[in-house]
């Protein structure tokens, strides 16, 4: 149980300000444009702003400076999508020691390791996911979903919640807060 509770002190932190730029000390560009993304997700009322928004994140999440290191998640994306576990698996592991502080990589194969049914490993990748962007909404809802899976059901309403605090636009984490409440309350009746 202490890797839940380990996770998700993570996860209801408040998140540290990006990190500066290491030759110039200040924002990379990278991280200027997803505080701003971050900001706009945050405060429209647009729904299909909010989508765009979103699709913006994810695209500078999955996109990198080394070309190859991006075809290569890529490729391990779509081995996933196929539900080819063990060649995903192969790239990642590969992407992940020459590329360390790739986020999405990270989160991948968290994801990867979760529809393995490999919990303690998928979320040792999303708290390193969280470590390098903890605004990754995607990464706490897997590791809500993963406390779903272990009768977590306080812990994964608390990482809901965190969520949305980011991404207040999804449809799933807001279901799932409205029937996770509905059933704290009916029990505690």
């Not at 002190?9 to 701003?36: C, F, H, M």
């Not at 969280?130 to 979903?145: K, T, W």
Request: with cysteine; glycine share 4%; aromatic share 8%.
């Amino acid at each position: 149980m202490s890797m839940f509770h380990d996770a998700l002190r993570i996860i209801v932190s408040p998140p540290p300000p990006p990190p500066p730029s290491p030759a110039t000390g200040a924002q990379t560009p990278e991280a200027y444009r997803l505080d701003v993304l971050f900001r706009t997700m945050a405060t429209t009322d647009d729904a299909l702003a909010a989508g765009e928004t979103e699709d913006l994140i994810w695209a500078l999440w999955t996109s990198h400076g080394d070309a190859e290191a991006e075809a290569t998640l890529d490729r391990a994306i779509h081995h996933i999508a196929a539900r080819e576990f063990e060649p995903a698996e192969v790239l990642l592991d590969a992407l992940l020691a020459l590329q360390p502080g790739y986020a999405e990589a990270w989160n991948k194969r968290a994801t990867l390791y979760f529809l393995m049914r490999r919990d303690p490993e998928s979320i040792s990748d999303i708290v390193r996911t969280l470590a390098l962007e903890p605004r990754h909404f995607g990464a706490i809802c897997g590791f809500a979903q993963i406390c779903l899976r272990h009768g977590q059901r306080a812990e994964a309403l608390a990482a809901f919640e965190s969520a949305l605090l980011i991404n207040p636009h999804m449809a799933g984490p807001q279901a799932a807060v409205k029937a996770l409440n509905a059933e704290f309350r009916s029990s505690s009746h």
